[in-house]
C-alpha cells in the first residue's frame, strides 16, 4: 500500500489496523466491513478495485480462515489433550533446534577443516549453482566469516617427532 513515492498512505495503514482488529475480534473480514469502519474508505469496491488493498484483504481473510480451522480443531479436544498436544509440540520444536544448532556448528567445523587444507575455494566453486543454499547457511551462521589462509609448504612445517 504505497503511494509513488513508496511511502505507505495514511488511509491503507488505517486499513491494516482495522482488519487487525476484525482479526483479533473474529468478526468477518470483508471489504463491506472494512469499509463500514474506515474513516475514508465509503465503498466495499474502492477495497476490491484496489490491487493491494484487495490483496491485503485476501491475506487477512485466509488468515481467519486458517485461524478458525484451528481453532475448530482445538475445540473439538479436551483441554488436557490438547496441553499434552502443546507440549508435545513444544518439545518437538526443541529438538528441531538444537538438531539445527549441532547441524550448524559441524558444518562450521567441517568448512573450518576444508578451508585449512586448502579446499575451500572448491567448496566455494561447488555452491556457486546453490546460492540459495549458501544465502541460508550464511544465515545460520554456518559460514566462516574469517578469512581463511592456507596452510604453511610442507617444508616450511616443523614435524614433531614422538
Not at 10 to 21: G, P
Not at 76 to 97: F, M, P, Q, Y
Amino acid at each position: 500500500m504505497t503511494d509513488n513515492t513508496g511511502s505507505v498512505s495514511a488511509s491503507d495503514e488505517q486499513m491494516h489496523e482495522i482488519l487487525e482488529r476484525l482479526l483479533a475480534a473474529d468478526d468477518d473480514i470483508t471489504a463491506r466491513a472494512v469499509a463500514r469502519l474506515h474513516p475514508t474508505i465509503n465503498a466495499a469496491s474502492s477495497i476490491t478495485r484496489s490491487e493491494l488493498r484487495s490483496r491485503l484483504l485476501a491475506e487477512y481473510q485466509q488468515r481467519q480462515a486458517d485461524y478458525r480451522r484451528w481453532r475448530g480443531r482445538v475445540a473439538k479436544r479436551s483441554g488436557a489433550d490438547t496441553a499434552a498436544s502443546l507440549a508435545d509440540k513444544d518439545a518437538r520444536i526443541a529438538e528441531l533446534e538444537a538438531a539445527v544448532q549441532l547441524l550448524t556448528a559441524s558444518h562450521l567445523a567441517m568448512l573450518r577443516a576444508v578451508g585449512e587444507l586448502g579446499g575451500f575455494s572448491k567448496w566455494v566453486k561447488f555452491y556457486e549453482q546453490y546460492r540459495e543454499a549458501r544465502d541460508k547457511l550464511a544465515g545460520f551462521g554456518a559460514i566462516p566469516a574469517a578469512p581463511v589462509a592456507a596452510m604453511p609448504a610442507e617444508r616450511d612445517r616443523k614435524t614433531i617427532k614422538p
